[in-house]
């Protein structure tokens, strides 16, 4: 084997030094701090589950994980701001079945969320409850089903806006219990309890972590549960199934994606770093006093689920008759 001359060899000398550096460099993963875009204000489900795995995400990673509030626009505006960044893993955005349900909602968003995103893992599940009054006539959801039947129109449903998971979930129920029911939107979750406890509406379908503290009070009750099982804080709670109205589990879900381009030992490193945070105790205490339950997924069951819900949803959306905007 011939030798390299001598000159070439001398040329290659500096680029064989930096290689170890290189290597150094692209195995350092993070190098500073990682922001987490959450497209809800503070305070709320998202927003407080973000926190919690983020900071337990932060002792594995050796970096803090900096929560960034953009909520309204239907997530579009805080979408935009975690796409136009540095696609190398530091900027994260915290995606959920609203991320789905507002493919249907808008006739063109600027980014297609199945491709320009990458999925990281899900984070969390969580249920809806079907609440009532404390002195509700209706004892049982078979009771109230065998109402609606028998009086079309006469039940109100309560629900935050139009187009959110708590108003689908109530369209969804009318077609699959087979009842004529109102649908009466209201602003926000501490205006649909307001309206349950005044009596203005017969039934509230709302997300369980502002129910629990209204249940706790003994001023409401809940008729059911959306989810495919019981949950966990509420054992004597039966399903929607359980009670003879098929083909109705609804859930909500939070999870984490970066942009499509981010390297995959960098999603591989934020997986594992979710994982071990949602496999801590005290987060998973945390999150399952929100009515939250903590799973972790691989980045293929997260692709699996958005691309699932986005159909589901947008099936419901279509009978719903929503224009998009």
């Not at 969580?126 to 006469?154: C, H, M, Q, W, Y």
């Not at 309206?195 to 997300?207: H, K, M």
């Not at 966990?232 to 609804?250: F, I």
């Amino acid at each position: 084997m011939s030798l390299l001359p001598r000159r070439k060899v001398l040329a290659a000398l500096p680029m064989l030094a930096l290689l170890p550096h290189v290597a150094r460099a692209q195995a350092k993963f993070p190098d500073k701090p990682i922001t987490l875009i959450v497209p809800f204000a503070p305070g709320g489900v998202a927003d407080i589950t973000a926190r919690s795995v983020g900071q337990a995400m932060s002792q594995s990673l050796g970096q803090p994980v900096v929560i960034d509030n953009r909520p309204g626009a239907g997530g579009i505006v805080a979408t935009q701001a975690v796409l136009q960044a540095v696609p190398d893993g530091h900027t994260l955005l915290l995606v959920s079945n609203a991320t789905a349900v507002s493919v249907h909602l808008f006739k063109k968003l600027p980014y297609d969320v199945t491709k320009d995103l990458t999925p990281i893992s899900t984070l969390g599940f969580f249920e809806l409850g079907l609440a009532v009054r404390a002195d509700s006539r209706f004892k049982t959801l078979k009771e109230l089903v065998a109402f609606g039947r028998a009086n079309p129109g006469k039940l109100t449903f309560g629900t935050i806006a139009v187009g959110s998971t708590q108003h689908l979930s109530a369209e969804l129920f009318k077609a699959r219990a087979g009842i004529d029911a109102v649908v009466v939107p209201y602003k926000g979750s501490p205006a649909v309890i307001n309206a349950l406890r005044a009596g203005e509406i017969d039934v509230g379908f709302e997300i369980l972590s502002p129910l629990l503290p209204q249940l706790s009070a003994k001023v409401i009750r809940t008729l059911a549960v959306t989810g495919p099982e019981r949950f966990s804080l509420l054992p004597d709670v039966p399903t929607v199934q359980e009670q003879g109205v098929l083909n109705y589990t609804v859930y909500s879900w939070n999870a984490l994606a970066a942009p499509a381009s981010t390297p995959a030992a960098a999603i591989e490193r934020l997986r594992r770093a979710a994982r071990e945070a949602l496999a801590q105790p005290a987060v998973r205490d945390k999150l399952r006093d929100l009515g939250v339950t903590a799973k972790a997924g691989s980045p293929g069951e997260l692709a699996a689920l958005l691309s699932a819900e986005i159909k589901h949803w947008g099936e419901v959306v279509r009978a719903a008759k929503i224009e998009a905007e």
